[in-house]
Protein backbone atom coordinates (compact mmCIF):
# COMPACT_ATOMS: atom_id res chain seq x y z
CA UNK A 1 0.00 0.00 0.00
CA UNK A 2 1.28 3.28 -0.68
CA UNK A 3 2.52 5.49 1.93
CA UNK A 4 0.60 8.18 3.69
CA UNK A 5 2.25 11.56 4.77
CA UNK A 6 1.71 12.95 8.15
CA UNK A 7 2.89 16.15 7.60
CA UNK A 8 1.61 18.59 11.07
CA UNK A 9 2.96 14.99 13.29
CA UNK A 10 6.31 13.75 14.12
CA UNK A 11 7.62 10.67 17.02
CA UNK A 12 10.86 12.07 17.97
CA UNK A 13 13.11 9.79 20.22
CA UNK A 14 14.45 11.47 23.11
CA UNK A 15 16.08 9.13 25.14
CA UNK A 16 16.37 4.77 25.88
CA UNK A 17 17.03 3.19 29.25
CA UNK A 18 20.49 1.25 29.37
CA UNK A 19 18.78 -1.49 31.30
CA UNK A 20 15.51 -2.19 29.53
CA UNK A 21 13.50 -0.69 26.81
CA UNK A 22 12.58 1.93 27.67
CA UNK A 23 12.34 5.34 26.23
CA UNK A 24 11.72 8.58 26.31
CA UNK A 25 10.03 10.91 23.58
CA UNK A 26 8.24 13.41 21.96
CA UNK A 27 4.39 12.90 20.14
CA UNK A 28 4.07 16.16 17.97
CA UNK A 29 -0.06 17.18 16.99
CA UNK A 30 -1.18 20.24 15.47
CA UNK A 31 -2.58 20.57 18.87
CA UNK A 32 0.79 20.74 21.20
CA UNK A 33 3.07 18.29 22.09
CA UNK A 34 2.91 14.93 24.33
CA UNK A 35 6.12 14.41 26.33
CA UNK A 36 6.07 10.24 26.24
CA UNK A 37 5.45 7.93 28.20
CA UNK A 38 2.41 9.32 28.86
CA UNK A 39 -0.93 8.67 30.41
CA UNK A 40 -4.05 9.49 28.27
CA UNK A 41 -6.98 10.43 30.57
CA UNK A 42 -10.65 8.94 29.34
CA UNK A 43 -13.14 11.89 28.86
CA UNK A 44 -15.74 8.85 27.30
CA UNK A 45 -18.29 10.71 26.58
CA UNK A 46 -16.45 14.39 25.85
CA UNK A 47 -16.69 14.75 29.48
CA UNK A 48 -14.48 13.52 32.28
CA UNK A 49 -16.46 12.21 35.49
CA UNK A 50 -16.67 14.69 38.27
CA UNK A 51 -13.87 17.21 36.89
CA UNK A 52 -13.55 20.22 33.96
CA UNK A 53 -11.25 19.76 31.42
CA UNK A 54 -9.50 23.57 33.03
CA UNK A 55 -8.80 21.17 36.00
CA UNK A 56 -7.24 18.41 34.44
CA UNK A 57 -5.03 20.71 32.56
CA UNK A 58 -4.23 22.15 35.81
CA UNK A 59 -2.73 19.61 37.26
CA UNK A 60 -0.41 18.62 34.31
CA UNK A 61 -2.20 16.63 31.97
CA UNK A 62 -1.13 17.24 28.24
CA UNK A 63 -3.58 14.38 26.29
CA UNK A 64 -7.17 13.21 26.69
CA UNK A 65 -9.69 10.61 25.27
CA UNK A 66 -12.95 10.58 23.90
CA UNK A 67 -14.74 7.25 22.58
CA UNK A 68 -16.52 7.14 18.95
CA UNK A 69 -18.77 4.90 19.51
CA UNK A 70 -20.54 6.88 22.38
CA UNK A 71 -20.11 10.40 20.61
CA UNK A 72 -21.78 8.45 17.10
CA UNK A 73 -24.66 8.02 19.88
CA UNK A 74 -25.01 11.18 21.96
CA UNK A 75 -24.85 13.77 20.90
CA UNK A 76 -24.29 12.58 17.39
CA UNK A 77 -20.86 13.67 15.33
CA UNK A 78 -22.76 16.09 13.60
CA UNK A 79 -23.72 17.95 16.27
CA UNK A 80 -20.09 17.83 17.71
CA UNK A 81 -18.81 19.09 14.15
CA UNK A 82 -21.21 21.72 14.39
CA UNK A 83 -20.16 23.10 17.72
CA UNK A 84 -16.45 22.96 16.62
CA UNK A 85 -15.36 19.65 17.35
CA UNK A 86 -14.03 18.23 20.38
CA UNK A 87 -11.74 20.67 21.38
CA UNK A 88 -13.82 23.47 21.15
CA UNK A 89 -16.52 21.98 22.65
CA UNK A 90 -14.92 20.65 25.68
CA UNK A 91 -12.97 23.69 26.19
CA UNK A 92 -9.28 21.50 26.06
CA UNK A 93 -7.97 22.99 23.08
CA UNK A 94 -4.86 20.16 23.30
CA UNK A 95 -3.61 17.45 22.26
CA UNK A 96 -7.02 14.29 22.10
CA UNK A 97 -6.96 10.34 20.89
CA UNK A 98 -10.43 8.70 19.84
CA UNK A 99 -10.62 5.38 19.63
CA UNK A 100 -12.84 3.56 16.96
CA UNK A 101 -15.92 2.00 19.25
CA UNK A 102 -14.23 -1.62 18.68
CA UNK A 103 -14.10 -1.98 22.20
CA UNK A 104 -17.46 -1.33 22.78
CA UNK A 105 -18.38 -4.02 19.88
CA UNK A 106 -17.37 -6.30 22.07
CA UNK A 107 -18.81 -5.43 24.79
CA UNK A 108 -22.22 -5.25 22.80
CA UNK A 109 -21.46 -8.39 21.29
CA UNK A 110 -20.81 -10.53 24.61
CA UNK A 111 -23.00 -7.95 27.12
CA UNK A 112 -20.43 -6.73 29.50
CA UNK A 113 -16.69 -4.86 28.89
CA UNK A 114 -13.38 -5.70 31.02
CA UNK A 115 -14.81 -8.74 33.56
CA UNK A 116 -15.16 -11.18 30.26
CA UNK A 117 -12.35 -9.69 28.51
CA UNK A 118 -10.62 -11.27 31.87
CA UNK A 119 -12.65 -14.32 31.40
CA UNK A 120 -13.92 -14.30 34.77
CA UNK A 121 -17.80 -13.59 34.28
CA UNK A 122 -20.80 -14.96 32.41
CA UNK A 123 -22.27 -11.81 30.78
CA UNK A 124 -26.39 -13.17 30.62
CA UNK A 125 -25.71 -14.64 34.19
CA UNK A 126 -24.77 -10.66 35.28
CA UNK A 127 -27.72 -9.16 33.70
CA UNK A 128 -26.14 -7.41 30.67
CA UNK A 129 -28.01 -6.64 27.75
CA UNK A 130 -26.44 -7.36 24.29
CA UNK A 131 -27.33 -4.61 21.81
CA UNK A 132 -24.81 -6.20 19.20
CA UNK A 133 -27.28 -7.56 15.96
CA UNK A 134 -24.59 -8.40 13.49
CA UNK A 135 -20.43 -8.49 13.11
CA UNK A 136 -20.34 -9.37 9.42
CA UNK A 137 -17.94 -8.06 6.47
CA UNK A 138 -19.44 -4.68 6.55
CA UNK A 139 -19.11 -3.30 9.89
CA UNK A 140 -21.05 -4.31 13.19
CA UNK A 141 -24.67 -3.53 13.26
CA UNK A 142 -26.62 -2.91 16.70
CA UNK A 143 -29.30 -1.37 18.51
CA UNK A 144 -28.72 1.98 20.30
CA UNK A 145 -28.52 2.19 24.18
CA UNK A 146 -29.62 5.88 24.33
CA UNK A 147 -33.06 5.01 21.84
CA UNK A 148 -33.39 1.92 20.35
CA UNK A 149 -32.49 3.02 17.26
CA UNK A 150 -30.45 0.36 14.65
CA UNK A 151 -26.49 1.61 13.56
CA UNK A 152 -24.21 0.39 11.14
CA UNK A 153 -20.77 0.96 11.98
CA UNK A 154 -18.30 0.45 8.79
CA UNK A 155 -14.81 1.14 9.19
CA UNK A 156 -15.68 4.25 6.47
CA UNK A 157 -18.10 5.42 9.13
CA UNK A 158 -15.66 4.97 11.78
CA UNK A 159 -13.31 7.31 10.27
CA UNK A 160 -16.05 9.80 8.78
CA UNK A 161 -17.20 9.93 12.62
CA UNK A 162 -13.54 10.82 13.95
CA UNK A 163 -13.09 13.14 11.26
CA UNK A 164 -16.54 15.27 12.65
CA UNK A 165 -14.77 14.66 16.37
CA UNK A 166 -11.61 15.82 15.15
CA UNK A 167 -9.07 14.65 17.52
CA UNK A 168 -5.82 14.59 16.46
CA UNK A 169 -4.88 10.69 16.67
CA UNK A 170 -7.56 8.12 15.61
CA UNK A 171 -7.78 4.80 15.56
CA UNK A 172 -8.96 2.12 12.89
CA UNK A 173 -11.87 -0.02 13.51
CA UNK A 174 -11.56 -3.62 14.99
CA UNK A 175 -13.35 -5.95 16.59
CA UNK A 176 -11.43 -6.76 20.72
CA UNK A 177 -12.52 -10.40 21.35
CA UNK A 178 -12.93 -12.05 25.01
CA UNK A 179 -10.27 -14.13 26.52
CA UNK A 180 -12.95 -17.21 26.34
CA UNK A 181 -13.09 -17.09 22.52
CA UNK A 182 -11.17 -19.96 20.94
CA UNK A 183 -8.16 -19.75 18.02
CA UNK A 184 -10.76 -20.19 14.94
CA UNK A 185 -12.87 -17.59 15.97
CA UNK A 186 -9.63 -15.07 17.32
CA UNK A 187 -8.12 -15.79 13.65
CA UNK A 188 -11.11 -14.91 11.68
CA UNK A 189 -11.83 -11.83 13.92
CA UNK A 190 -8.05 -11.02 13.40
CA UNK A 191 -8.28 -11.40 9.49
CA UNK A 192 -11.40 -9.10 9.14
CA UNK A 193 -10.09 -6.90 11.42
CA UNK A 194 -6.92 -6.21 9.35
CA UNK A 195 -9.52 -6.05 6.45
CA UNK A 196 -11.16 -3.61 8.50
CA UNK A 197 -8.11 -1.48 8.50
CA UNK A 198 -6.91 -1.66 5.21
CA UNK A 199 -10.55 0.36 4.46
CA UNK A 200 -9.83 3.12 6.80
CA UNK A 201 -6.51 3.12 5.70
CA UNK A 202 -8.39 3.77 2.22
CA UNK A 203 -10.38 5.95 3.63
CA UNK A 204 -8.16 7.85 5.40
CA UNK A 205 -6.28 8.85 2.27
CA UNK A 206 -9.33 9.69 0.33
CA UNK A 207 -10.38 12.37 3.17
CA UNK A 208 -6.88 13.71 4.45
CA UNK A 209 -7.28 16.55 6.19
CA UNK A 210 -3.54 16.75 7.16
CA UNK A 211 -4.81 17.37 10.89
CA UNK A 212 -5.39 14.00 11.77
CA UNK A 213 -3.08 11.07 12.07
CA UNK A 214 -4.09 6.89 12.12
CA UNK A 215 -3.03 4.14 14.24
CA UNK A 216 -3.45 0.36 13.54
CA UNK A 217 -4.29 -1.79 16.26
CA UNK A 218 -2.51 -5.44 16.86
CA UNK A 219 -4.78 -8.42 17.86
CA UNK A 220 -4.28 -11.86 17.96
CA UNK A 221 -5.78 -12.68 21.37
CA UNK A 222 -4.00 -14.87 23.94
CA UNK A 223 -2.07 -16.84 20.47
CA UNK A 224 1.46 -16.03 19.91
CA UNK A 225 1.09 -17.19 16.16
CA UNK A 226 -1.54 -14.75 15.60
CA UNK A 227 -0.15 -11.60 17.46
CA UNK A 228 3.12 -12.23 15.39
CA UNK A 229 0.84 -12.31 12.01
CA UNK A 230 -0.94 -9.20 12.95
CA UNK A 231 2.14 -7.27 14.46
CA UNK A 232 3.31 -8.15 10.98
CA UNK A 233 0.28 -6.33 9.80
CA UNK A 234 0.43 -2.90 11.25
CA UNK A 235 4.36 -3.11 10.60
CA UNK A 236 3.72 -3.24 7.54
CA UNK A 237 1.17 -0.46 6.93
CA UNK A 238 1.54 3.20 6.74
CA UNK A 239 0.06 4.27 10.13
CA UNK A 240 1.81 6.67 12.09
CA UNK A 241 1.68 4.94 15.33
CA UNK A 242 0.47 1.33 16.68
CA UNK A 243 -1.97 0.40 19.50
CA UNK A 244 -2.04 -3.16 21.50
CA UNK A 245 -5.32 -4.38 21.81
CA UNK A 246 -7.21 -7.17 22.40
CA UNK A 247 -7.49 -9.68 25.01
CA UNK A 248 -4.21 -9.85 27.09
CA UNK A 249 -5.41 -12.95 29.20
CA UNK A 250 -6.93 -13.50 32.83
CA UNK A 251 -3.95 -11.61 34.74
CA UNK A 252 -0.91 -9.71 35.74
CA UNK A 253 1.61 -12.37 34.43
CA UNK A 254 -0.68 -13.29 30.95
CA UNK A 255 -1.03 -9.42 30.53
CA UNK A 256 2.60 -8.89 30.71
CA UNK A 257 4.03 -12.00 29.03
CA UNK A 258 1.97 -10.91 25.96
CA UNK A 259 2.48 -7.01 25.99
CA UNK A 260 6.22 -7.92 25.76
CA UNK A 261 5.83 -10.43 23.32
CA UNK A 262 3.77 -7.86 21.21
CA UNK A 263 6.11 -4.83 21.92
CA UNK A 264 8.74 -6.70 20.70
CA UNK A 265 7.54 -7.62 17.32
CA UNK A 266 6.74 -3.94 16.79
CA UNK A 267 8.79 -0.65 15.04
CA UNK A 268 10.66 1.48 17.22
CA UNK A 269 10.46 4.30 14.71
CA UNK A 270 6.54 4.62 15.83
CA UNK A 271 4.78 5.44 18.89
CA UNK A 272 3.26 2.35 20.55
CA UNK A 273 0.27 2.87 22.91
CA UNK A 274 -1.51 -0.03 25.14
CA UNK A 275 -5.15 0.21 25.29
CA UNK A 276 -7.27 0.69 28.10
CA UNK A 277 -4.27 -0.27 30.63
CA UNK A 278 -3.89 2.06 33.80
CA UNK A 279 -2.45 -0.08 36.95
CA UNK A 280 0.53 1.12 38.63
CA UNK A 281 2.66 -2.18 38.36
CA UNK A 282 0.91 -2.36 34.61
CA UNK A 283 2.36 0.79 33.14
CA UNK A 284 5.94 0.21 34.76
CA UNK A 285 6.06 -2.93 32.94
CA UNK A 286 4.90 -1.37 29.96
CA UNK A 287 7.55 1.46 29.69
CA UNK A 288 10.00 -1.50 30.20
CA UNK A 289 9.01 -3.18 27.13
CA UNK A 290 9.04 0.20 25.38
CA UNK A 291 5.61 1.27 25.36
CA UNK A 292 4.77 5.40 24.96
CA UNK A 293 1.22 6.00 26.04
CA UNK A 294 -1.54 4.17 28.26
CA UNK A 295 -5.17 5.00 28.47
CA UNK A 296 -7.58 3.99 30.88
CA UNK A 297 -10.39 4.98 32.98
CA UNK A 298 -9.31 3.58 36.29
CA UNK A 299 -7.57 6.83 38.15
CA UNK A 300 -10.99 8.85 37.46
CA UNK A 301 -13.24 5.88 38.50
CA UNK A 302 -11.91 5.09 41.26
CA UNK A 303 -11.21 8.44 42.19
CA UNK A 304 -15.24 9.44 42.16
CA UNK A 305 -15.69 6.01 44.08
CA UNK A 306 -13.81 7.96 47.03
CA UNK A 307 -10.37 5.81 46.41
CA UNK A 308 -7.37 7.83 46.19
CA UNK A 309 -4.43 6.73 44.51
CA UNK A 310 -0.77 6.13 46.90
CA UNK A 311 2.60 5.89 46.56
CA UNK A 312 4.58 3.05 48.67
CA UNK A 313 5.29 4.71 51.53
CA UNK A 314 1.87 5.33 52.54
CA UNK A 315 1.66 1.68 53.40
CA UNK A 316 4.91 2.41 55.89
CA UNK A 317 2.98 4.89 57.80
CA UNK A 318 1.77 4.85 61.83
CA UNK A 319 -0.75 6.81 63.43
CA UNK A 320 -1.59 10.38 62.91
CA UNK A 321 -2.22 11.93 66.39
CA UNK A 322 1.17 13.21 66.58
CA UNK A 323 2.89 9.98 68.20
CA UNK A 324 5.00 9.00 65.14
CA UNK A 325 7.13 6.43 67.58
CA UNK A 326 4.23 4.05 69.22
CA UNK A 327 6.40 3.46 72.36
CA UNK A 328 5.66 6.90 73.24
CA UNK A 329 2.68 5.25 74.76
CA UNK A 330 2.28 4.39 78.59
CA UNK A 331 -0.20 2.50 80.64
CA UNK A 332 -1.58 5.87 81.43
CA UNK A 333 -2.53 6.58 77.83
CA UNK A 334 -6.51 6.43 77.60
CA UNK A 335 -7.66 3.31 75.86
CA UNK A 336 -9.87 5.57 73.47
CA UNK A 337 -6.41 6.82 71.84
CA UNK A 338 -5.04 4.25 71.72
CA UNK A 339 -7.96 2.43 69.80
CA UNK A 340 -8.04 5.09 67.28
CA UNK A 341 -4.16 4.35 66.79
CA UNK A 342 -5.38 0.87 65.44
CA UNK A 343 -5.52 0.09 61.60
CA UNK A 344 -9.11 -1.34 60.86
CA UNK A 345 -7.72 -4.94 60.85
CA UNK A 346 -6.84 -5.07 64.23
CA UNK A 347 -9.65 -2.88 66.16
CA UNK A 348 -12.06 -5.78 65.00
CA UNK A 349 -9.65 -8.07 66.59
CA UNK A 350 -9.71 -6.14 69.97
CA UNK A 351 -13.55 -5.99 69.75
CA UNK A 352 -13.74 -9.43 69.27
CA UNK A 353 -11.37 -10.76 72.43
CA UNK A 354 -13.27 -7.78 73.99
CA UNK A 355 -16.76 -9.25 73.32
CA UNK A 356 -15.30 -12.64 74.49
CA UNK A 357 -13.68 -11.46 77.59
CA UNK A 358 -16.95 -9.95 78.44
CA UNK A 359 -19.03 -13.17 78.38
CA UNK A 360 -16.00 -15.02 80.85
CA UNK A 361 -16.12 -11.52 83.41
CA UNK A 362 -20.60 -12.23 83.33
CA UNK A 363 -19.72 -15.77 83.70
CA UNK A 364 -17.43 -15.12 87.21
CA UNK A 365 -20.14 -12.63 88.00
CA UNK A 366 -22.87 -14.59 87.64
CA UNK A 367 -21.17 -17.35 89.75
CA UNK A 368 -19.83 -14.38 92.95
CA UNK A 369 -23.67 -13.74 92.79
CA UNK A 370 -24.74 -17.31 93.55
CA UNK A 371 -22.02 -17.83 96.25
CA UNK A 372 -23.03 -14.13 97.54
CA UNK A 373 -26.47 -15.81 98.12
CA UNK A 374 -25.21 -19.29 99.73
CA UNK A 375 -23.39 -16.99 102.21
CA UNK A 376 -26.17 -14.83 103.31
CA UNK A 377 -27.76 -18.54 104.43
CA UNK A 378 -25.01 -19.74 105.97
CA UNK A 379 -26.11 -20.53 108.75
CA UNK A 380 -27.30 -23.48 107.59
CA UNK A 381 -24.03 -24.46 106.33
CA UNK A 382 -21.53 -26.81 108.03
CA UNK A 383 -18.39 -25.39 108.45
CA UNK A 384 -16.71 -27.56 105.82
CA UNK A 385 -18.89 -26.30 103.37
CA UNK A 386 -18.93 -22.69 104.77
CA UNK A 387 -14.88 -23.10 103.98
CA UNK A 388 -15.05 -24.20 100.08
CA UNK A 389 -18.03 -21.39 99.55
CA UNK A 390 -15.25 -18.97 100.84
CA UNK A 391 -12.40 -20.61 98.88
CA UNK A 392 -14.62 -20.24 95.36
CA UNK A 393 -15.87 -16.72 96.61
CA UNK A 394 -11.88 -15.74 96.57
CA UNK A 395 -10.85 -18.08 93.23
CA UNK A 396 -13.82 -16.32 91.60
CA UNK A 397 -12.92 -12.79 92.85
CA UNK A 398 -9.13 -13.60 91.63
CA UNK A 399 -11.07 -14.23 88.48
CA UNK A 400 -12.98 -11.58 87.84
CA UNK A 401 -9.56 -9.06 88.97
CA UNK A 402 -7.84 -11.10 86.09
CA UNK A 403 -10.32 -10.61 83.55
CA UNK A 404 -10.13 -6.84 84.15
CA UNK A 405 -7.00 -6.52 83.62
CA UNK A 406 -6.94 -8.81 80.22
CA UNK A 407 -9.84 -6.07 78.85
CA UNK A 408 -7.66 -3.12 80.29
CA UNK A 409 -4.61 -4.54 78.75
CA UNK A 410 -5.89 -5.76 75.53
CA UNK A 411 -5.18 -2.15 73.70
CA UNK A 412 -2.08 -2.11 74.39
CA UNK A 413 -1.16 -5.56 73.47
CA UNK A 414 -2.93 -5.20 70.25
CA UNK A 415 -0.89 -1.55 69.63
CA UNK A 416 2.23 -3.52 70.68
CA UNK A 417 1.56 -6.37 67.84
CA UNK A 418 0.83 -3.50 65.09
CA UNK A 419 4.30 -2.20 66.03
CA UNK A 420 5.81 -5.28 66.13
CA UNK A 421 4.36 -5.35 62.32
CA UNK A 422 5.04 -1.94 61.09
CA UNK A 423 9.17 -2.03 62.31
CA UNK A 424 9.38 -5.92 60.36
CA UNK A 425 7.81 -4.14 57.34
CA UNK A 426 9.95 -1.11 57.67
CA UNK A 427 13.42 -3.33 58.15
CA UNK A 428 12.18 -5.85 55.86
CA UNK A 429 14.61 -6.15 52.48
CA UNK A 430 13.06 -4.15 49.66
CA UNK A 431 12.81 -6.17 46.45
CA UNK A 432 13.25 -4.40 43.05
CA UNK A 433 9.69 -5.22 41.90
CA UNK A 434 10.31 -5.09 38.36
CA UNK A 435 11.88 -8.37 38.72
CA UNK A 436 8.86 -10.51 39.01
CA UNK A 437 7.37 -8.67 37.19
CA UNK A 438 9.15 -9.27 34.06
CA UNK A 439 10.65 -12.94 34.92
CA UNK A 440 7.07 -14.46 36.41
CA UNK A 441 9.04 -16.24 38.73
CA UNK A 442 8.45 -17.95 42.09
CA UNK A 443 4.30 -18.18 43.44
CA UNK A 444 2.31 -15.30 43.40
CA UNK A 445 1.81 -13.77 47.19
CA UNK A 446 -0.69 -11.71 47.99
CA UNK A 447 -0.15 -8.13 49.85
CA UNK A 448 -0.19 -8.07 53.59
CA UNK A 449 -1.84 -5.42 55.72
CA UNK A 450 -0.80 -1.92 57.56
CA UNK A 451 -1.85 0.97 59.47
CA UNK A 452 -4.13 1.44 56.62
CA UNK A 453 -5.45 -1.49 56.14
CA UNK A 454 -4.40 -4.13 52.94
CA UNK A 455 -1.77 -2.76 50.78
CA UNK A 456 -2.74 -1.70 47.28
CA UNK A 457 -2.33 0.97 45.21
CA UNK A 458 -5.27 3.02 45.75
CA UNK A 459 -6.96 3.58 49.99
CA UNK A 460 -10.66 4.34 50.49
CA UNK A 461 -10.81 7.44 52.16
CA UNK A 462 -14.28 5.65 53.47
CA UNK A 463 -11.96 4.14 55.49
CA UNK A 464 -13.18 4.55 59.51
CA UNK A 465 -9.42 4.80 60.47
CA UNK A 466 -9.07 8.19 58.42
CA UNK A 467 -11.78 10.34 59.87
CA UNK A 468 -10.30 12.09 61.84
CA UNK A 469 -6.72 12.35 60.37
CA UNK A 470 -5.14 15.84 59.10
CA UNK A 471 -3.15 15.24 57.21
CA UNK A 472 -3.21 15.62 53.29
CA UNK A 473 -3.75 11.94 51.39
CA UNK A 474 0.36 12.48 50.60
CA UNK A 475 2.00 15.56 51.92
CA UNK A 476 4.46 15.93 49.07
CA UNK A 477 1.87 15.79 46.52
CA UNK A 478 0.94 19.49 45.24
CA UNK A 479 -2.05 19.03 43.69
CA UNK A 480 -5.28 21.31 44.62
CA UNK A 481 -6.99 18.55 47.04
CA UNK A 482 -3.45 17.81 48.87
CA UNK A 483 -2.54 21.11 49.36
CA UNK A 484 -5.72 22.38 50.90
CA UNK A 485 -8.25 19.34 52.28
CA UNK A 486 -7.29 16.71 54.95
CA UNK A 487 -7.90 12.97 54.90
CA UNK A 488 -10.70 13.41 57.40
CA UNK A 489 -12.68 16.29 55.44
CA UNK A 490 -12.82 13.73 52.40
CA UNK A 491 -13.69 11.01 54.48
CA UNK A 492 -16.97 13.47 55.74
CA UNK A 493 -17.51 14.35 52.06
CA UNK A 494 -18.07 10.26 51.13
CA UNK A 495 -19.56 9.66 54.15
CA UNK A 496 -22.20 12.56 53.67
CA UNK A 497 -22.33 11.37 49.94
CA UNK A 498 -21.49 15.14 49.04
CA UNK A 499 -20.53 15.26 45.47
CA UNK A 500 -17.31 17.78 45.82
CA UNK A 501 -15.68 14.62 47.05
CA UNK A 502 -15.55 12.54 43.66
CA UNK A 503 -13.80 16.19 42.18
CA UNK A 504 -11.10 16.54 44.83
CA UNK A 505 -9.91 12.76 45.10
CA UNK A 506 -10.06 12.43 41.00
CA UNK A 507 -8.08 15.69 41.18
CA UNK A 508 -5.64 14.00 43.53
CA UNK A 509 -5.65 10.99 41.01
CA UNK A 510 -5.02 12.61 37.95
CA UNK A 511 -2.28 14.98 39.32
CA UNK A 512 -1.05 11.17 41.05
CA UNK A 513 -0.55 9.97 37.60
CA UNK A 514 1.05 12.88 35.77
CA UNK A 515 3.64 13.04 38.56
CA UNK A 516 3.99 9.02 38.13
CA UNK A 517 5.02 9.64 34.20
CA UNK A 518 7.01 12.51 35.10
CA UNK A 519 9.39 10.67 37.68
CA UNK A 520 9.39 7.38 34.98
CA UNK A 521 10.47 9.82 32.13
CA UNK A 522 13.35 11.47 34.69
CA UNK A 523 13.98 7.75 35.60
CA UNK A 524 14.63 6.54 32.22
CA UNK A 525 16.73 9.68 31.30
CA UNK A 526 18.68 9.10 34.57
CA UNK A 527 18.53 5.60 34.29
CA UNK A 528 17.10 4.86 37.66
CA UNK A 529 13.78 3.64 36.81
CA UNK A 530 14.17 0.67 39.19
CA UNK A 531 14.18 3.35 42.03
CA UNK A 532 11.36 5.39 41.10
CA UNK A 533 9.24 1.85 40.88
CA UNK A 534 10.12 1.06 44.36
CA UNK A 535 8.83 5.00 45.25
CA UNK A 536 5.44 4.05 43.62
CA UNK A 537 5.24 0.03 43.77
CA UNK A 538 5.10 -1.86 47.71
CA UNK A 539 7.35 -4.52 47.79
CA UNK A 540 4.35 -6.96 48.80
CA UNK A 541 2.76 -5.46 45.31
CA UNK A 542 5.47 -6.19 42.84
CA UNK A 543 5.53 -9.73 44.38
CA UNK A 544 1.50 -10.11 43.25
CA UNK A 545 1.56 -10.15 39.63
CA UNK A 546 -1.48 -13.17 39.37
CA UNK A 547 -4.39 -10.44 39.81
CA UNK A 548 -6.67 -9.53 38.03
CA UNK A 549 -6.25 -6.73 35.24
CA UNK A 550 -7.12 -3.34 35.72
CA UNK A 551 -8.79 -2.84 32.39
CA UNK A 552 -10.77 0.18 31.67
CA UNK A 553 -13.41 1.52 28.54
Same mark, same amino acid.
Given at each position: ?41 ? +? ?12 ? =? ?18 ? +?? &? ?34 ? $? ?79 ? !? ?33 ? +? ?11 ? /? ?8 ? $? ?11 ? #???? @? ?8 ? #? ?15 ? %? @? ?9 ? *????? !?????? $? ?7 ? &? ?12 ? @? ?5 ? =? ?12 ? &? ?23 ? %? ?11 ? *? ?13 ? %? ?19 ? &? ?11 ? %? ?33 ? #? ?16 ? *????? /? ?43
Amino acid at each position: MDSIVYPQFSFELTGKSSKSKARTGLITTPHGTVETPNFIFC +ATKAALKAVTTEQL =RAEGAQIMLSNTYHLMLQPG +AE &TVAKLGGLQKMTGWNGPMFTDSGGYQIFSMGHGSVS $EEIKGKRNAEGMGWSKTLLKIDEEGATFRSYVDGNVHVLTPEKCIDIQRQLGADLIVVLDECTPFNIDRDYTKQSMDRSHR !WAVRCLEHFRRTDTLRQALYGIVQGGIYSDLRQES +ADFVNDHPFFGMA /IGGTLGATKR $EMHEIVAYTRGML #RDDR @PVHLLGIGGI #RDIFHGVRQGIDTFDCV %H @PTRLGRHGSAL *VRADF !WSEGPY $EGVSDLSQI &TQDTPVEQIVELLP @PSLRNKL =RTKQARSSDRLRTY &TDELAKLKIAGAARSVLTDAREQER %HEKLLKVKAKIAE *VNEHIRLLPFSMLEE %HRRTILARQTRPTRSSGASSR &TGEGKDKSPSSSY %HGRVREHVPMRRSHLEHDPRPIDPTCSCYTCRNFS #RGYLHHLFKAEEMVGSTL *VTVHN /IAFMNRLMRDIRRGIAEDRLDEVEREYVHPDLAESVGDSLTIGE
